[in-house]
């Protein structure tokens, strides 16, 4: 009778182990199936709140400056709640998460330290990024590099400038941004006429020949106001320095300078306002003149 018993208890702690193990397998599933199914809900709401955004906004660059912002918000979704996922079933195997917890918070560190400009660069890349301050087509100038942006990502700024020479600029290296595509431009001009020529003159010849510039087809949709006279800016060693600007849509401000300037030459030439070329005055003061010294008679004969 005893052995029987035995038996029963036996058998009845096998089944109990085999419904712990059932229950808790059937709970490990449901929180692998949850993850999946909060997984793809906040995948799918990011991605129809980037597409909501997208529509609602004609400029490419903003686009697709929302698709990757779109991209890094659905990898951290992802990451956290599979995170959560985990935990849950390795405390469901009856595995302690306060000492993985410890473990990875060491690792973590350890990792962070090492990697701690990489993280710099993605951090504030996705700053950058979220902010608009800089895009893909602008022209700005990031520390000691300038040039056209070709490339914005979480990690870099990839530029060309004049010359043709790429620049890859860490975004964990960038503290100001200057950028000059944004709104619009000033084209500065500093003319320098001689002293002897008519300022007044002068300076109504460079309205005459900036409204002449505007009225150009060729040049009137980069123009956007008329010429801003500053006027004398300084007395330099060879000429007065007048200065004037013009507003300009973004990134022509080059192009309208160098035409203005050109046609500037052209209209001081023909009015015969002098651009003088740098020159220095020397005044020689003259050499005393030397006394004739005659030899002196000896008194004593």
């Known amino acids: 009778m005893s052995e029987l018993q035995d038996s029963i208890r036996t058998l009845a702690a096998q089944w109990q182990g085999v419904g712990f193990l059932l229950v808790s397998g059937l709970r490990i599933l449901g929180i692998l199936i949850g993850a999946w199914v909060l997984i793809a809900i906040a995948q799918r709401a990011i991605r129809g709140l980037r597409v909501r955004i997208a529509s609602r906004l004609d400029d490419r660059e903003a686009v697709k400056r929302a698709e990757t912002l779109g991209r890094v918000f659905r990898y951290l979704a992802a990451v ?27 690792v973590g560190l350890a990792v962070g330290f090492g990697a701690q400009s990489l993280v710099k660069d993605y951090f504030s890349g996705f700053f950058i990024l979220l902010e608009n301050q800089i895009r893909q087509g602008d022209v700005v100038k990031l520390g000691e590099h300038a040039g056209l942006v070709e490339e914005v990502t979480l990690r870099y700024v990839q530029l060309r400038d004049y010359d043709g020479h790429v620049h ?89 300078r160098r035409e203005y300037l050109r046609r500037l030459k052209i209209a001081f030439d023909r009015a015969g306002i002098e651009i003088p070329f740098p020159q220095m005055t020397l005044h020689v003061a003259s050499a005393p003149s030397a006394r004739a010294s005659a030899p002196l008679a000896d008194p004593r004969g």
């Open 80 to 106: 956290v709640i599979s995170a959560m996922a985990v935990m849950l079933v390795l405390s469901e195997l009856g595995v302690s998460v306060a000492p993985i917890l410890g473990a990875a918070g060491v």
């Open 168 to 256: 890859f600029v860490p975004n964990g290296s960038i503290t100001t941004v200057v950028n000059m595509a944004r709104g619009h431009a000033q084209a500065v001009v500093d003319v320098g006429i001689g002293y002897g020529a008519d300022l007044d003159q002068a300076m109504t010849l460079m309205h005459e020949v900036a409204a002449e510039l505007r009225r150009d087809p060729a040049h009137a949709a980069r123009i956007q106001a008329d010429l801003e006279m500053a006027g004398v800016e300084r007395w330099a060693d060879s000429s007065v320095v007048l200065r004037a600007r013009l507003r300009v849509a973004p990134l022509e401000q080059w192009t309208v």
